[in-house]
C-alpha cells in the first residue's frame, strides 16, 4: 500500500488548513487510517485515528480543533485543522492499518506567530 499525502503549508495562527492521504495499490481493506506529527526535536505522537466504521480518537492537545475524516470508497482520509497554534507545527505522516502498517511520506506544516 502506499501513501500519498498533500495539504501541508505556511500559515499564521489561527488560520486552517486541510490534509489529505490518498492509499493505493489494492485490492485491500484498510482497518484504521491516521495522523502522526513530528516537530524538530521531538518524538513522533498521535494526531487523530479513525477506523472503518468512523470512530475517531485524538490527542487532547487537537480536541476541539482538528477534526479526521475518511472516504472508504476513495481509501482517502482527511485532516481539518483549525485555530492552528505554532506548536502544531510538524511534519505530518499519515498512516493506514490493514494487518500491516504503511506509511506517507510526510508534509510540513509551519505555522507562524
Not at 73 to 101: F, H, I, W
Request: hydrophobic share 35%.
Amino acid at each position: 500500500v502506499q501513501l500519498q499525502a498533500s495539504g501541508g503549508g505556511l500559515v499564521p495562527a489561527g488560520d486552517s488548513l486541510r490534509l489529505s492521504c490518498a492509499a493505493s495499490g489494492g485490492p485491500f481493506s484498510i482497518d484504521t487510517m491516521g495522523w502522526h506529527r513530528q516537530a524538530p526535536g521531538k518524538q513522533r505522537e498521535l494526531v487523530a485515528a479513525i477506523s472503518s466504521g468512523g470512530s475517531t480518537s485524538y490527542a487532547d492537545s487537537v480536541k476541539g480543533r482538528f477534526t479526521i475524516s475518511r472516504d472508504n470508497a476513495k481509501n482517502t482520509v482527511y485532516l481539518q485543522m483549525n485555530s492552528l497554534k505554532p506548536e502544531d507545527t510538524a511534519v505530518y505522516y499519515c498512516n493506514a492499518y490493514y494487518g500491516l502498517r504503511s506509511w506517507g511520506q510526510g508534509t510540513l506544516v509551519t505555522v507562524s506567530s
